[in-house]
C-alpha cells in the first residue's frame, strides 16, 4: 500500500508485478477562488462566467509529497538514503557491489532503477543483499512514488544505508526527489571533462561527487583536476572523491563519507 | 528530458482542481518556469497538447512565464541575477555561484469555465 496516495499500486519488476499504472490520486494543492478577476485584478471583461483561479502548485508536487513521505520513514528507522546518480555505465552497479564488500555488519538494502531488465538487482543479490528491481519502462527517472512502494518491499531494518541506483540519465533524475539523504552523482574519466558544464543540474543537486575508472586515467587523456574544476565550477560546495570501483583505489574514503554522513544524520535526530 | 512527466503532473493539478472547483474546461493555464529549470519550453508545449486530451484542459492555451536566475556569489557574498547557469559574477566576476532561485516549475494559475 502506498503510504501517501493509499493506492496500493506496485510497479516493481517480478513475476506477478507486471501490472499497469493508473494514477488515482488526491490533491494536496491549495486554490484560492477570486471571482472576476483576471491576473492583475482587473475584472474579467466578458462575464461569460470565466473565473481566474490561483494555483501556485508545484508542477512536481505529487512527486514531492511522496519523497516527503519516504524522508519520514527512513527517518523514523534511523536510515541513510544515498541516490547515486550517473550516465549510464559509469559503474553504479560496480561500485555498489564493492561496497556492500565493505561496509561489515552495517545493515543495508538497494533499489535499482532501469528501463528494463532484472540484471543489476541480480547483481546485487549476488551479494546477499536485498535488492529491489523497479523497471520504469519508458520513464527516465525513478520518482518518489516508485520509490516509496520499493521502499515497502525492503522491510528495511533499524539504522540501515539505503541505496538507490538511479536510471542512467544525467538529465532527468536531477528534477526528481526521491527522500534521499544526498544525491551522489558518479562520473567515470572517460566520459570527458565538460560533462559537469553540459549538465550542471545534476552536479548543483549533488553533495559528493565520485569520480569513478580512475585506474583507466592513464591510458586516456584524463585530466582528473580538470574533472574536479568543472565539477566546483558548477557546484562549488561540492565533495569530490577520485575512485576506483575496480582496483578499490579511494573506496575506504567513499565507505568513511557514508559513515560519518549516517553518524551525523543521527546525532542531529538525537540533538 | 522528462517534460512527459511534467504535462502528467500539470494535467493531475487541472483534475484535482477541476474536481474541488467543478469547472468543466479550463481556457488558459499559465506556468511559471525558472530560468534554470531545464525546462526544454516547445517540448512541453507538445506534451501539454497530448496529455490534456480527454480532460478539462483539452485545447486550452498554455502560457510560460520565465522566472529569472539568482545566485549567491561565494566571492563577494551578494545575491546577484544571472542570465545563464554559469555566468560569472555580474559584480566582482568571481566564478563560484551557488543558485538560490530560477529551477521554479509552478502552475501559477487558469482560466476557467
Ligand atoms: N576500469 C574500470 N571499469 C569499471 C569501473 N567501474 C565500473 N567499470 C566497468 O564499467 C562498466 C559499466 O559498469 P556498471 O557498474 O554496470 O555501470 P552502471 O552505472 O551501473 O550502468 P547502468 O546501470 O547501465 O547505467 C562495466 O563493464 C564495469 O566493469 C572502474 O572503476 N574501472
Ligand atoms: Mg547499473
Ligand atoms: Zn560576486
Request: aromatic content about 4%; some cysteine.
Amino acid at each position: 500500500m502506498c503510504t501517501v496516495c493509499g493506492c496500493g499500486e506496485d510497479r516493481l519488476a517480478g513475476p506477478g508485478h507486471e501490472h499497469g499504472h493508473d494514477h488515482h490520486h488526491h490533491g494536496h494543492s491549495h486554490a484560492h477562488l477570486h471571482f472576476g478577476t483576471g491576473a492583475a485584478g482587473v475584472s474579467v471583461g466578458d462575464m461569460s462566467q470565466a473565473r481566474l483561479i490561483e494555483i501556485e502548485t508545484d508542477i512536481l508536487a505529487k512527486n514531492d509529497a511522496h519523497a516527503l513521505g519516504n524522508r519520514r520513514v527512513l527517518r523514523a528507522l534511523g536510515a541513510y538514503a544515498v541516490n547515486l546518480v550517473s550516465s549510464p555505465g559509469s559503474g553504479k552497479t560496480t561500485l555498489l557491489v564493492k561496497t556492500i564488500g565493505m561496509m561489515g555488519d552495517s545493515p543495508l538494502a538497494v533499489i535499482e532503477g532501469d528501463q528494463q531488465t532484472e540484471n543489476d538487482a541480480d547483481r546485487i543479490r549476488a551479494t546477499g543483499a536485498p535488492a529491489v528491481q523497479v523497471n520504469t519502462g519508458k520513464g527516465c527517472h525513478l520518482d518518489g512514488h516508485m520509490v516509496g512502494h520499493a521502499m515497502d518491499h525492503l522491510n528495511l531494518k533499524p539504522g540501515s544505508f539505503l541505496f538507490i541506483e538511479n536510471v542512467g540519465n544525467l538529465v532527468c533524475p536531477a528534477a526528481f526527489d526521491l527522500g534521499e539523504d544526498a544525491k551522489v552523482a558518479i562520473l567515470s574519466v572517460t566520459e570527458g571533462e565538460d560533462k559537469p558544464l553540459k549538465y550542471p543540474d545534476m552536479f548543483t543537486a549533488a553533495k559528493l561527487a565520485i569520480l569513478n575508472k580512475v585506474d583507466l586515467a592513464p591510458y586516456t587523456d584524463a585530466d582528473l583536476d580538470a574533472y574536479e574544476a568543472n565539477l566546483r565550477r558548477v557546484n562549488p560546495l561540492i565533495e569530490i572523491l577520485r575512485v576506483s570501483a575496480r582496483t578499490g583505489e579511494g573506496m575506504e574514503a567513499w565507505v568513511r563519507w557514508l559513515k560519518s554522513r549516517h553518524a551525523a544524520k543521527t546525532l542531529a535526530k538525537a540533538g | 528530458m522528462h517534460e512527459m512527466s511534467l504535462a502528467e503532473g500539470i494535467r493531475q493539478i487541472v483534475d484535482d482542481q477541476a474536481k474541488a472547483h467543478g469547472f468543466s474546461a479550463v481556457r488558459v493555464l499559465r506556468l511559471e518556469i525558472g530560468r534554470f529549470a531545464g525546462v526544454e519550453k516547445e517540448a512541453l508545449a507538445f506534451c501539454f497538447d497530448v496529455v490534456m486530451r480527454g480532460g478539462p484542459a483539452e485545447g486550452a492555451i498554455l502560457e510560460m512565464i520565465d522566472l529569472p536566475g539568482r545566485a549567491m556569489c561565494c566571492d563577494c557574498s551578494t545575491e546577484v541575477e544571472i542570465a545563464d547557469r554559469l555566468d560569472p559574477c555580474p559584480l566582482c566576476g568571481g566564478g563560484r555561484l551557488v543558485p538560490v532561485a530560477g529551477d521554479e516549475m509552478r502552475v501559477k494559475d487558469m482560466e476557467v469555465v
